[in-house]
């Protein structure tokens, strides 16, 4: 999920959502995955994408700590895929390995 490339601010939806991936500035929320490692995103991006998140951000977490969401069937390096996808609408080849396409 690292980018390399720098891409020229608002040239691309894609790349400007790819951009967000890694920038703290908008993280309000930490998930937990199953090998403990924990990776920071942000609300609204992954509620709008995914009714998945939408239900365990605006239902689940109100029974739970609000900015932390735990994934006890997840690894970290799919949930990079995961979020990736989400933020992107792709996933670029070197992010997939075989340990994160067999999760």
Do not use: P, W
Request: aromatic share 8%.
């Amino acid at each position: 999920m690292s980018q390399e490339t720098t891409f020229e601010r608002g040239t691309s939806l894609e790349n400007d959502f790819r951009r967000l991936i890694n920038d703290k500035r908008f993280f309000d929320i930490t998930l937990k995955c199953s090998d403990e490692k924990k990776l920071s995103s942000c609300k609204a991006i992954l509620a709008t994408r995914s009714d998945v998140f939408n239900s365990l951000i605006f239902t689940e977490s109100k029974n739970h700590n609000d900015n932390e969401l735990s994934f006890s069937n997840i690894n970290s390096d799919a949930m990079k895929v995961i979020l990736e996808y989400l933020y992107t609408s792709k996933v670029e080849e070197q992010s997939l390995t075989i340990n994160n396409i067999v999760e």
